[in-house]
Structures are given as C-alpha cells and as structure tokens.
C-alpha cells in the first residue's frame, strides 16, 4: 500500500511512540546494526531478533539506550553477548537470528536494574495474507533503526522506504545507512474490518543498491526450535 507523504510522516511517528523502545543499538567488532524485541505468541515467548549476518564473531554487544532500562543511571552502556546465556541462536538459511530474552532478564535483574521495553506485538507480526498482498508495485515501508552518527552516537530513526515482492522476494529497494541491518520493517495494509492497520513485516538483511527483508512467516518458522529459557 502506497501512502501519500503526509500520512506516511504519520505512520512513521506512531510507530515510534508505539514500537519505539522495542529497538536496540548491536555491534560486532567495526559492523553495526539494530536489533529489536517482539512479544511471542508461541514456546519461545519474548526474543529478540537481528539479522543473523551480525552475530556471531567475538566481541558483540548490545546498547542499552536510556529510555529502555529503569532505575536511571544503574544499567550498564552496553551488554557483551558473551554474558547472557542462552545465547543467540542463528538461522543463516533464513537469514534471522534470535535471542531469547531469559538471560537478558537475569542479566539486569542481578545488576539491581530492570528493562522497560515496548516489544512489537505478535498481533502485528505479519502472516503470510500481508506478505501475499505485496507485489511489484511498490509499497510505503517504515525502518526503525538506530543509525550511526559521525560522533558514534545511535539515534533512533525512521527510513521511509518502498517495499516490492518478486516471487518470494521481498525487497526494500534503495540503500540504507549504516547501522540499519536487523531493524524491523513495517507496512500498512487493511485488516480484516477494513481499516488501515499497521504490520511488521520482517526485518532488513544485509543487501547492495536495496536490501532483502526475511519476512515473519519465515521468523515463525525458526522460532519453534529456539530455545526458550525464560
């Protein structure tokens, strides 16, 4: 679905107030990316989801942004992926990595903090309808990322991008900056009564002049088999 400029400024910034705090900074040695949290209606139950391209060299670490933990001020700057077990779990046919978020709990309850985060619901995974209703005509598509400023800082953003589907191809088609691989994609597309419903679509893969999105109907079907220590 394409949307006209003013409404997608619309989506993009209820997006962020309602998704906003579902989305962290990661880094691999010099690669940055974006993870994101999504709720679970499934056995793993809460996770969080990157591409699957950015884990899995030593040294990777989380950013733990101000607005996602609580007390102020007690939360480290970063989480080292070496510290949270079970670790990530990579799916490199898919394209996805995941993370399920019992360690991270753990993690933050014995540093005397806690997280305050906003997971993208299940409710607004994509299914296969939403997938099936892309095409080659090109549709309105919203990134969450943290991108990567010259100062090393990672501020939240929205991409407004376009979206098309090939076959099973799914394909956001310009270049995105730094930093953006592994954040979630959005869509609107109407739901079931009609009205203009916002989705998540997958998440972004690494990918030269656009990009592969590995959609949710391909995340589901790994997520069985992850393992769900929480």
């Known amino acids: 679905m394409l949307l006209d400029s003013d409404s997608e ?6 997006l962020c107030q309602v998704v906003g705090r579902a989305i962290l900074p990661y880094r691999s040695g010099d690669t940055f990316g974006t993870a994101f949290f999504r709720d679970g209606d499934d056995p793993v139950g809460e996770s969080l989801l990157t591409a699957a391209d950015l884990v899995g060299a030593s040294g990777g670490e989380l950013g733990l942004r101000a607005s996602v933990t609580e007390p102020a001020g007690v939360a480290p ?4 992926e070496a510290e949270i077990v079970p670790g990530w779990a990579r799916f490199p046919g898919d394209g996805v990595a995941v993370l399920p978020t019992g360690g991270l709990h753990r993690y933050a309850g014995d540093g005397g903090w806690r997280w305050r985060v906003q997971p993208v619901p299940a409710g607004i995974a994509a299914g296969p309808e939403v997938v ?3 095409g080659a005509d090109a549709g309105s598509a919203f990134v969450l990322a943290l991108g990567v400023r010259e100062d090393g800082s990672r501020p939240l953003e929205v991409a407004i991008e376009r979206v098309v589907r090939d076959a099973d191809a799914v394909r956001i088609t310009t270049e995105l900056p730094p930093g953006y691989v592994g954040a979630p994609v959005f869509v609107v597309q109407p739901d079931a009564t009609g009205e203009v419903s916002p989705y998540c679509l997958g998440l972004v893969l690494p990918g030269v002049d656009g990009h592969p999105v590995v959609t949710f ?3 589901r079907a790994v997520l069985p088999v992850t393992s769900g220590d929480v």
């Open 217 to 219: 109907d391909r995340i």
């Open 9 to 14: 400024s619309d989506v993009a910034y209820e």
């Open 77 to 80: 700057a970063v989480v080292s």
């Open 132 to 134: 099936a209703r892309l």
